[in-house]
């Protein structure tokens, strides 16, 4: 490609030729335009998916005559629909137009968190609870393509992360929300209702204001200068490994080559299941960390507030980890390391019987399985290339990973109260099963690494056309 050209006379130039100063400005302006926008959504989502949990100990489970069991299918009926339309979601997402689909979803959501608040009944419950998922069930998956449009490919793990520290965020919002709304008393409306009718409002109002923000693609982008729009396309061809130097994502073609190529890369097998284990204590910690909190001796009030805490804390090291793994280009050790702090946060919760102490336990917890969510995401988004390999990749991983849920809704059982022993082991169980998947997909890249840089896979360019490689290509190196 043919370097552009800087103002300055001698520029320094990132390594495809486009002057640094201009990069840096690209990504500084798509930060400040689409990255609130991104934290906004994920931070309503899961505040819609996990405020049921603060509800329950507010009085939903006594007016919907809800038992244990009852509970715990409600939440697993949110995840049928949620993975069901994970990969189909992520392969439609650019036809449709990213701009409008995005806040489609979170206006469907909102509006299905607000029906919420009306119903009367168990039946009704799994209803807005399994349409709930649906309409929930493309943003994770969206949001990973929709940031690999955008930006290089090893720029997107901090940008993950600035989306995703809101997961935890949500938890201490909804916590204090809850605790306010759950207050609220009116003729036949207990304050439980009000948790879904004024967090899905604002979730609903959020939507339509993003209709009016989000681009679709680069190439819909309105406030670049016609400098940066060119440098913007180029830099995100160029990083693709996989188009033709005249093409671009918004006329690369869905393929089942891209498909086959996708579902065939071992850092997809292996990263979804990685996710798969991982994602287990997540949920099961974002659904019930009100109960288990309440199980340690608080009143129901007190717990939703003691939830704050652990979940700021979680929102400090996500921020830490995608910094610091970006720094050193680094995935799999912080996996390693967040992975062993929550371990030990659940041994607390099973070997004292000191409540201060437990409570001091869900804070290692959070602080360990939170961010190593995101540095997961970001690896396998990292190893996949061009866009519909990544986005099929990506579509299956969060399919495989939300599997999970079905065995998350369930650890925490009532006859298991107070200790959750059971809960808690299983979660240690899967965080085992973490350490042992980062462990072999750090050794697989390493080792693909050396065979590419010892010229093992200089063959493909003789075999196959090589704007048709993208991973695969021998240049392209895995993250490790």
């Not at 939703?304 to 995935?331: E, M, W, Y």
């Not at 065979?451 to 240049?475: A, C, I, N, W």
């Amino acid at each position: 490609m043919e370097k552009l050209e800087a103002t300055h006379s001698t520029p320094t130039l990132i390594p495809d030729g486009i002057p640094t100063v201009l990069d840096q400005r690209i990504t500084r302006r798509l930060d400040r335009r689409l990255m609130p926008w991104l934290f906004s959504l994920w931070l309503l989502a899961y505040i819609d998916r996990s405020n049921i949990g603060n509800a329950r100990i507010a009085g939903m489970s006594t007016d919907l005559e809800l038992d244990s069991n009852k509970f715990n299918i409600a939440l697993a009926v949110f995840y049928v629909p949620y993975i069901c339309y994970a990969v189909p979601s992520n392969l439609v997402i650019k036809r449709v137009g990213a701009g409008y689909y995005l806040p489609a979803l979170i206006i469907s959501w909102g509006t299905v968190s607000v029906c919420t608040g009306f119903v009367k009944s168990y039946t009704g419950l799994l209803v807005v609870r399994f349409f709930l998922g649906l309409a929930e069930g493309g943003l994770l998956g969206g949001l990973l393509v929709y940031l690999s449009m955008f930006y290089r490919r090893h720029q997107l793990l901090y940008r993950i992360t600035l989306f995703y520290c809101a997961a935890p965020l949500s938890g201490a919002f909804g916590g204090l929300l809850a605790t306010g709304l759950a207050q609220i008393r009116t003729s036949g409306y207990n304050g439980w209702r009000f948790i879904f009718f004024v967090e899905g409002a604002i979730t609903v109002l959020s939507g339509i204001i993003a209709l009016f923000a989000l681009p679709h693609t680069p190439a819909d982008i309105k406030f670049f200068t016609p400098e940066e729009h060119t440098a913007c396309l180029a830099r995100m061809r160029l990083d693709s490994y996989g188009l033709s130097p005249s093409a671009d994502v918004d006329h690369e073609k869905l393929s089942w080559y891209w498909i086959r190529r996708a579902l065939l890369n071992v850092n997809t097998i292996v990263l979804s299941f990685n996710f798969f284990a991982l994602i287990t204590p997540i949920y099961s910690y974002s659904l019930f960390l009100p109960t288990i909190i309440k199980s340690l001796g608080f009143t129901a009030v007190k717990a939703q507030l003691l939830t704050v805490p652990p979940n700021i804390c979680a929102f400090i090291t996500v921020l830490l980890a995608g910094h610091f793994s970006d720094k050193l280009q680094r995935r799999g050790p912080l996996v390693l390391v967040g992975s062993s702090i929550a371990i030990v946060g659940y041994v607390m919760l099973i070997a004292s019987t000191r409540s201060l102490t437990q409570y001091g336990g869900t804070f290692l917890v959070a602080a360990g399985i939170f961010p190593s969510s995101p540095v997961i995401i970001g690896w396998l988004t990292n190893n996949l290339a061009p866009h519909y390999v990544r986005a099929t990749g990506t579509g299956f991983q969060v399919m495989v990973a939300n599997m999970s849920a079905f065995i998350a809704t369930f650890t925490y059982l009532q006859e298991d109260a107070p200790k959750y022993t059971t809960g808690h082991a299983i979660n240690i169980g899967m965080l085992g099963l973490v350490l042992v998947l980062t462990t072999v997909n750090m050794l697989y890249c390493r080792w693909e690494n050396r065979q590419r840089e010892s010229g093992k896979r200089d063959y493909r360019l003789q075999e196959e056309d090589e704007t048709v490689l993208g991973y695969r290509h021998p240049r392209f190196k895995y993250t490790i």
